[in-house]
C-alpha cells in the first residue's frame, strides 16, 4: 500500500501516528500538564556549597572543587499558556516503553512536537472556550485510578508505582493531564467535526493518485449467521429474581456492600472486579433498558429486578454528576439446561437442512429464525465494528471468527456453534456462512468506494488541521528551546 505510505494518508500518518501511540500514555510525571509558571532557565547548572554553616565565613578560600553541581529541569518549549519541561519528554518515551509500546520510530524531536501540538490545542481551546467542567475530569480521573487500582492491588502500590505520597498529589496530577487531554481532543474535533467529503471530491481524490501508487486493499470477506438463544423455564427465571431481591433487601436493610455483591454474584465480565462500577452518559452506548432505569433511579437507590438482552439485572446509583451517574450493577442468567441447548441445536441443524436444500435462502432463514435482532433483518450479515461496513479483511479479523470461517467454502453452511457471549449473555448457538469474497486487489472506485472516500476525507480533515496549526502557531507565543531548534518538526515551531 505504498500510497497509504506516502501521500493519502499524511493525516493518519503524521498527525494520528503520534495521537494513537501518546493515547497509552495516561502519567507522565506532574509536569506534564503544568501551566507556565516560574522555572529555571534550560539546562541552568548552579552551584552547591559543600560546606556546614561554620565553614561559611571561609567561603573566599574554599576552592572550586568543594562544590558539587546540580542539573535543574530545564525549559524545552513554551507554547502559549503551557511549559513543557526537559524532563516531559523523558518521561512520556518511558511511559511508552513501560507500556510495551513500540518506540523505535519515535523521536525525542517527534515527541517534543506531539507534545506542543496538545499544548497548542489546549491553549486555543481555552481561547475559544471550549472548555470541560471539573466534573467530567473528576470522573475520568476517578475511572482511571479505579482501573490503575485493580492494575496494581491496591493504591498503596499504586503511589509507590508513581512515586507520590498521597492520593491528593496523585489525583492532581492526574486531574491536570486529563484536562490538557481533554481540552486537546475537544479542539480538534471542532476542526474536523463538520467536514464532510462529496462523491465529486472522492472522485478528484482517487483520479489524482497515479494509477502505479494507488493502495492495495487485502483479501476481504463477507460473513452472514444465524443465531438462535435458549430460553430458560419460569423456574429458572424465578430462581434468579428471588437472589437479585435477596441482593436488594441486603444492601437496603443491613447496610450491605453493593459492591463486595457484585464481585461475588455479578455475571458481567467487563464490571465484575470492579465491583459492579460504570459511569455512563444517556449517550453511552449501553442497553436502552439498562440506561432507561438507571436514569430514573436517586442517588443511594437499589432498583427493582428487570431485564436486558444480558439477563436480570440491579443498579445501585453510586452518584449523579448532572447527566452522568456513577453506578454499580449486578447481572445474573438464568441457568439454561443441557435439554434447552440440544433444541436449538437441532432447530439449526434442521434450518441448515432446508436452506441447503434450497426450501429458502440463508437470508429468508436469518429473518425468519435468527434471535439476533441487529443481524436478522439484514439478512444476518455481519458488520465490522471498526467501521460498520459488511466487509472483514482477513488479515484485521477477529480470531475465533476467522477461525470459524477459514475452511468454508463457497454456498458452504457451518455446522451449529457453541459460542458464549461476550459481553455477559448466556450461551447460544449459530449458523454462519460465507456470502461473498474478494481477492486482494488494487484499489477499484466502484468496489471500493467506501475505503476510498475514507481516505479522501481523512485527507481533507488533515489539511484543515494544517491549516489551523500554520495560523494558530504565527498568532501564539511560542518559545523553542536553542538545543531544540534543529529538530526536524512538522510545524514551524522555530519561527524565523
Not at 464532510?196 to 494509477?211: C, D, G, L, S, Y
Request: a negative charge; hydrophobic letters at 35%.
Amino acid at each position: 500500500m505504498r500510497l497509504l505510505k506516502k501521500k493519502n494518508l499524511k493525516f493518519t500518518s503524521k498527525a494520528n501516528k503520534y495521537i494513537a501511540i501518546l493515547g497509552c500514555f495516561l502519567i507522565a510525571g506532574s509536569a506534564v500538564a503544568q501551566e507556565t509558571e516560574e522555572v529555571t532557565e534550560s539546562k541552568e547548572e548552579v552551584t552547591e556549597p559543600a560546606m556546614d554553616a561554620e565553614a561559611s565565613a571561609e567561603m573566599d578560600s574554599v576552592k572550586p572543587t568543594n562544590f558539587k553541581k546540580i542539573k535543574l529541569d530545564g525549559i524545552s518549549a513554551v507554547v502559549g499558556d503551557y511549559v513543557i519541561l526537559e524532563s516531559d519528554i523523558e518521561k512520556t518515551l518511558i511511559d511508552l516503553k513501560s507500556q510495551g509500546v513500540s518506540t523505535a520510530d519515535v523521536t525525542r524531536c517527534g515527541l517534543l512536537g506531539k507534545l506542543m501540538e496538545d499544548r497548542l490545542y489546549a491553549h486555543q481551546a481555552v481561547q475559544d472556550s471550549l472548555l470541560v467542567s471539573d466534573d467530567e475530569i473528576a470522573a475520568t480521573t476517578d475511572r482511571q485510578i479505579q482501573s490503575f487500582v485493580q492494575q496494581t492491588g491496591s493504591m498503596e502500590k499504586l503511589l509507590k508505582f508513581y512515586k507520590k505520597e498521597d492520593e491528593a498529589s496523585l489525583r492532581e496530577d492526574i486531574n491536570k493531564i486529563n484536562k490538557l487531554r481533554m481540552l486537546s481532543e475537544k479542539m480538534q474535533s471542532s476542526i474536523v467535526e463538520k467536514i464532510e467529503i462529496t462523491p465529486e471530491e472522492v472522485r478528484q481524490f482517487f483520479n489524482k493518485i497515479p494509477e502505479d501508487e494507488r493502495p492495495v486493499f487485502g483479501a476481504e470477506m463477507e460473513i452472514a449467521q444465524i443465531v438462535k438463544s435458549p430460553k430458560p423455564t419460569e423456574k429458572e427465571v424465578q430462581d434468579v429474581l428471588d437472589k437479585l431481591n435477596e441482593i436488594k433487601a441486603d444492601v437496603e436493610d443491613n447496610d450491605a456492600s453493593f459492591s463486595v455483591k457484585a464481585i461475588l454474584y455479578s455475571q458481567d465480565p467487563g464490571s465484575k472486579s470492579k465491583g459492579g462500577f460504570y459511569s455512563i452518559t444517556k449517550d453511552t452506548g449501553f442497553d436502552k433498558t439498562f440506561k432507561d432505569v438507571a436514569f430514573s433511579l436517586a442517588e443511594g437507590e437499589v432498583s427493582e429486578p428487570f431485564e436486558t438482552q444480558f439477563g436480570y439485572h440491579i443498579i445501585y446509583i453510586e452518584k449523579i454528576r448532572g447527566q452522568e451517574l456513577d453506578l454499580r450493577h449486578i447481572l445474573v442468567q438464568p441457568k439454561i439446561s443441557q435439554t434447552a441447548l440440544d433444541e436449538v441445536k437441532q432447530e439449526l441443524d434442521t434450518i441448515r437442512k432446508h436452506i441447503m436444500e434450497g426450501k429458502y435462502t440463508f437470508a429468508q432463514a436469518a429473518l425468519n429464525f435468527s434471535d439476533e435482532k441487529e443481524t436478522k433483518f439484514d439478512g444476518g450479515l455481519l458488520r465490522n465494528p471498526t467501521n460498520f461496513d459488511s466487509r472483514f479483511e482477513l488479515t484485521k479479523m477477529d480470531p475465533t471468527l476467522y477461525n470459524q470461517v477459514r475452511n468454508l467454502k463457497d454456498d458452504e453452511i457451518s455446522y451449529p456453534l457453541l459460542e458464549e457471549d461476550p459481553r455477559g449473555g448466556g450461551p447460544k448457538y449459530k449458523i454462519l456462512k460465507v456470502t461473498n469474497r474478494y481477492d486482494e486487489h488494487v484499489a477499484d472506485f466502484s468496489k471500493d468506494y467506501i475505503k476510498i472516500q475514507q481516505l479522501a476525507k481523512t485527507e481533507k480533515q488533515y489539511k484543515a488541521i494544517k491549516k489551523w496549526m500554520d495560523k494558530h502557531i504565527e498568532d501564539t507565543y511560542i518559545s523553542v528551546n536553542e538545543d531544540n531548534r534543529d529538530c526536524d518538526f512538522a510545524n514551524n515551531w522555530v519561527k524565523e
